[in-house]
Nanobody, 121 residues
Framework: QVQLVESGGGWVQAGGSLRLSCAASGGIFSINTMGWYRQAPGQQRELVARITSGGNTNYADSVKGRFTISRDNAKNAVYLQMHILQPDDTAVYYC???????????????WGQGTQVTVSS
């Protein structure tokens, strides 16, 4: 059973930094895209950043220049380095992966349980 487990959330003052980590495990053949999404109270879940297996990245406009996504394919892990955090970045951050569990099989979408990031002004 595939699991994505996030870590690294917490509380930080505006202007500070945090690094989120996510590790995928359990019956994985290959991972295509990995990414981070966030959901603030009363808001829809939105893409923050994603990265392909080849290292191509894309970011939400609101985080460009402040956040960096990276991955370690050998560890089935993805990271999000966040700098110059602002109160508007406060949200639950979710790790996401599109994963193949069997050779030649389809891609499935998996989510982590989420980690809270709180930025105080």
């Amino acid at each position: 059973q595939v699991q994505l487990v996030e870590s690294g959330g917490g509380w930080v003052q505006a202007g500070g930094s945090l690094r989120l980590s996510c590790a995928a495990s359990g019956g994985i053949f290959s991972i295509n895209t990995m990414g981070w999404y966030r959901q603030a109270p009363g808001q829809q879940r939105e893409l923050v950043a994603r990265i392909t297996s080849g290292g191509n990245t894309n970011y939400a406009d609101s985080v460009k220049g402040r956040f960096t996504i990276s991955r370690d394919n050998a560890k089935n892990a993805v990271y999000l380095q966040m700098h110059i955090l602002q109160p508007d970045d406060t949200a639950v951050y979710y790790c996401h992966g599109t994963i193949v569990t069997l050779r030649g099989g389809p891609l499935y979408s998996y989510w982590g349980q989420g980690t809270q990031v709180t930025v105080s002004s």
